[in-house]
């Protein structure tokens, strides 16, 4: 049995989407595991993932929650009240941040509402000046840990990543690192490509120009497998 991962935007959830859940779903039938991994909450991932996906597991939130196919949560990190205080308020004194946000499981808080937080996001205008403001207030934070995307910030526990996620499943299913395949495109995927020796999903701008496992599109390397 293997265990297949794969990121959603930008590596499953492309043009050739149709394709790819094709492959995903003849892989499944063969015996194997399907994990979607994700920076999207439940809900919103559900907006756009087809009920024809076949999955075992979802990882959301970058690592911070894990559900099984029912939907039920298996893993939750939070993050402390401190550290969620300090980092609102520091963005909220920023005005290129505008929309800030507490995370609980699937449910999409207000800022000051941050007891039991798994993750805080926050969208912004000015990539730049946001990136070296952001910085900061990690170094502050060391528990803490993100990274910007094109339109979010996106913060959770430094304990959670895609990548410790992934360990935790295969644990749960007495996997081996070698029994487990991982597709990404983007800078939170970076760690379980690097751990893993997966497939980068090759976009315009290549921000991922550290591997050598490049490839158009997921559908083509399962459809081998």
């Known amino acids: 049995?293997?265990?297949?991962?794969?990121?959603?935007?930008?590596?499953?959830?492309?043009?050739?989407?149709?394709?790819?859940?094709?492959?995903?779903?003849?892989?499944?039938?063969?015996?194997?595991?399907?994990?979607?991994?994700?920076?999207?909450?439940?809900?919103?991932?559900?907006?756009?993932?087809?009920?024809?996906?076949?999955?075992?597991?979802?990882?959301?939130?970058?690592?911070?929650?894990?559900?099984?196919?029912?939907?039920?949560?298996?893993?939750?990190?939070?993050l402390d009240k401190e550290s969620c205080e300090y980092v609102i308020n520091q963005l909220r004194k920023l005005e290129e941040v505008n929309n800030i946000y507490c995370l609980n499981g699937d449910k999409l808080l207000d800022y000051d509402e941050y007891d039991n937080t798994n993750a805080i996001i926050a969208s912004f205008e000015d990539r730049k000046v946001v990136e070296e403001y952001f910085e900061n207030i990690l170094k502050e934070v060391p528990s803490l840990h993100g990274y910007i995307s094109t339109k979010w910030i996106n913060i959770t526990s430094k304990k959670v990543s895609k990548k410790t996620a992934i360990d935790i499943i295969t644990s749960r299913l007495k996997l081996s690192k070698n029994d487990v395949i991982v597709f990404g495109d983007n800078i939170n995927d970076i760690d379980m490509i690097n751990y893993y020796d997966g497939y980068i999903v090759i976009k315009e701008h290549d921000i991922l120009d550290v591997h050598n496992n490049k490839i158009n599109s997921i559908y083509e390397i399962i459809d081998k497998l």
């Open 1 to 78: 049995m293997k265990l297949l991962v794969t990121d959603f935007d930008g590596t499953l959830y492309t043009d050739d989407y149709n394709k790819n859940i094709e492959a995903l779903n003849k892989f499944k039938q063969k015996g194997n595991k399907i994990v979607i991994a994700t920076g999207r909450y439940l809900s919103f991932l559900k907006e756009d993932l087809d009920k024809r996906v076949d999955y075992d597991y979802l990882i959301c939130t970058d690592g911070s929650i894990i559900y099984d196919n029912n939907d039920n949560v298996i893993y939750k990190e939070l």
